[in-house]
């Protein structure tokens, strides 16, 4: 019961970072109809906003200290952070602990920016071509993207850890009235799910209740007939592949105290999240945020030792088991709607 | 006066044999030399083989820069390095018998297929008589393997799995780093002390060569003083979170997590490990522990702080000479060397490649001819110092070399960014020497050196 539960908690948090890729990949589908590969180098940006963004404010001044040795026996170099000397030692110390957070205020702007950069500077000249192009183009980016980062930031991971009031773990088990030590769970990783959780909810309000989503809405369904009323429904949907772009590098960001963040990161998600996109229905929102979270949650279970025990690997294959079945009985995938990658 | 004719089906059937002559590769083919790749001109080439990207990049960066240094001393350029402090005096700075050291270099990509594609391309286009690197004992048995066929020496980077000289062994392979076996054996009796020995341990395992061979060899040295084994789960080589695989740990009874993994993969599953509170946690009144078999400085720098306090093993440690004095000569004329050009510490593997790098060209020396088989005699049975490691035998049986094995733990305070780990204990060479026909290292036999051509 106890391991059932801790594994549905943890094919949430899974499924958490599925589903706002997935919902990403959606989005830019459902409004540009481009299948964007480099949609995972976007989630791994996003994470390396977080790197550089800690990196600047432990920016520091650097005295030597004649009494110790470095590793070639000279003086060691003491770096003392400016936003230690700027605010004092506790501030100071406090928005360096914050810094994945904080670094969400370098991460919209960024992303913003990335995202318009790749649709007006490369995407937008591959709409009309067919997706197989679309995924070889994306694609490359997505490897130049990751050998950029690898460049400059080297191929190992970086710890990025949480702020110190959410590194630490708690006995979710007693909260519910379970025996004690049972059910240990990272402060962070339930950061994480509320975070996603938001993500969506605000997405999804955007689409639903402003005047833009209900254009972009209307767009999606019949793009010529907005057009033909007088609204410049592609520069709508630029919008709304920047707005793509920051939700999967906000789901980097968020992500680093999970795993250390590393330039191969985006790669890892981006052929699971494309599955989840397929299982949950090309082009459909809630199906993506659904298949997300279900996958997520089988991927978890099949993890179990109990099961590996039974049949070895299955956790390697079960995302893609679960498409094969999903896909025979519903072709279009859990909530995919008519026509879409049908013609 | 005879008149030279030819039927159609035999131009055809010519035409085939010279064609089929033609295509084969031409490390299958004889020629004039007397062996592969035998240097004619002023110059030999090495090709240094490592993973340039994947899992192990950073490793493979850390290689090339130690590659490129041990070229350059070899050369007579730079300060020298262990060339100073090496107990064999054959290398003088001049090259190799004369000639100008060249190097070729190629990416792994720390997969076997890639790695041996890279490698037989540096044999065959640019005319290596040497190959080395690593990172995986994977693609380290492959490349080995190989080389054997293709009649040139493999000096093996980094590769902790039994089987590079077990049984995977070859005659024209050498590994100079440490295995499987002298972790579990360094490692047992300090955990004992430092944890008493009823312990029960739970395994997650790397789900290729190495992982195996170090699963096997810790959990029996552990078995050996008094732990038991709890559970071995195997994990994929590309899993990047391992919550799913932490999480049963805590409903087993198991107060030890060994985790059998290396690079990205050990960053990620001990982040986690220390995310879901396992070091916080009492079992049966024990405290929790985690171990981490081999270890590296590159890899402690990955997981920050999550290191703190966790065992490992290591073939070298740049701090050696400092700390324990001058048995571990040549260790600060390397970090010098290193540190001046690189700006940083060299790593482990970084060290082990630069040794190889240097062994081979000693052996060469030594033996008068660039002839592998020349060179296999050369470094059989040989015994050298002044390379860092203290007094090292490279064993005749097994091509495997015997030297001192360093344990170490991740530093509560440390001063820099590269002072990441402590030297706990040094495991004497006895104490981690076994026969050549150890059941680890069973079924292996090393054959006979190709000298190819």
Known sequence: MEAILLQILNGLDKGSAYALIALGLTLIFGTLGVVNFAHGALFMIGAFCAVIFSRILSLSTVTEDPTRKDFLGNPLKIETPYVESWFGPELGSVLINWSVPLSIILAIPVMILVGLAMERGLIKYFYKRPHADQILVTFGLAIVLQEIIKYFFGANPIPTPAPDVFAGSFDFGALIGLEAGQIIYPYWRLVYFAFAAAIIAAVFSFLQFTTFGMVVRAGMADRETVGLLGINIDKRFTIMFAIAAVVAGLAGVMYTPINSPNYHMGMDFLVLSFVVVVVGGMGSLPGAVLAGFLLGILESFASMAQVLSVVPGINQIIIYLVAIVILLTRPRGLMGRKGVMEE | ?453
């Not at chain 2, 390095?81 to 064999?88: A, E, H, I, V, W």
Request: hydrophobic share 40%.
């Open chain 2, 1 to 453: 006066m005879s008149k030279f004719s030819i039927s159609r089906r035999g131009l055809i059937k010519t035409g085939a044999y010279v064609g089929a002559g033609l295509a084969m590769p031409t490390i299958f083919t004889s020629s004039a030399n007397a062996f592969t790749n035998e240097p004619t001109g002023s110059t030999v080439t090495l090709g240094f083989n490592v993973p340039q990207s994947g899992p192990y990049a950073d490793e493979g960066a850390d290689e090339l820069r130690a590659f490129q240094l041990a070229v350059e001393h070899l050369n007579g350029g730079g300060d020298g390095g262990m060339l100073n402090t090496f107990s064999s005096k054959a290398l003088q700075g001049s090259g190799i018998m004369g000639k100008k050291v060249e190097f070729v270099s190629g990416d792994t990509q720390t997969k076997s297929d890639a790695a041996r594609a890279s490698a037989r391309s540096m044999i065959e286009k640019d005319g290596a008589v040497m190959i080395s690197g690593g990172s995986s004992s994977g693609v380290a048995v492959a490349v080995q393997a190989l080389c054997q066929e293709a009649g040139v020496i493999f000096m093996a980077g980094l590769t902790h799995a039994n089987d590079t000289t077990g049984k995977d062994r070859k005659a024209n392979g050498f590994r100079h780093f440490f295995n499987s076996y002298m972790s579990g054996a360094a490692l047992a009796p300090v955990l004992k002390n430092a944890y008493g020995a009823d312990r029960k341990a739970y395994y997650l395992t790397a789900d290729y060569n190495w992982g195996y061979t170090t699963e096997q060899a810790v959990r029996e040295s552990t078995e050996a003083v008094g732990w038991e084994t709890v559970n071995n789960v195997l994990t994929p080589l590309t899993q990047t979170d391992f919550s799913s695989y932490i999480a049963p740990v805590l409903q087993s009874d198991a107060d030890v997590l060994v985790l059998v993994h290396y690079g990205g993969n050990m960053v990620n599953s001990l982040t986690n490990a220390v995310q879901f509170g396992l070091r916080d946690r009492m079992v049966n009144g024990k405290q929790f522990e985690i171990v981490v078999p081999l270890y590296s400085e590159l890899m402690a720098r990955g997981a920050g702080e999550n290191v703190k306090g966790i065992f490992g093993s290591q073939n070298w440690d740049w701090k050696l000479e400092n700390q324990l004095g001058s048995r571990y000569i040549g260790t600060n004329a390397f970090v010098r060397s290193f540190g001046e050009k690189y700006g940083f510490p060299p790593s482990q593997a970084a060290h082990t490649c630069y040794v190889q790098t240097l062994l081979y060209a000693d052996a060469v020396e030594r033996a008068g001819s660039f002839n592998p088989c020349a060179v296999v005699e050369a470094l059989e049975g040989f015994e050298f110092d002044g390379l860092g490691n203290g007094p090292t035998l490279y064993r005749a049986d097994d091509h495997q070399c015997f030297k001192d094995v360093v344990v170490v733990k991740g530093k509560e305070n440390p001063e820099s960014e590269f002072d990441l780990v402590e030297i706990v204990e040094v495991t004497p060479a006895e104490q981690v020497t076994y026969a050549p026909d150890h059941p680890q290292f069973a079924g292996g036999d090393l054959g006979t050196c190709n000298p190819g051509a």
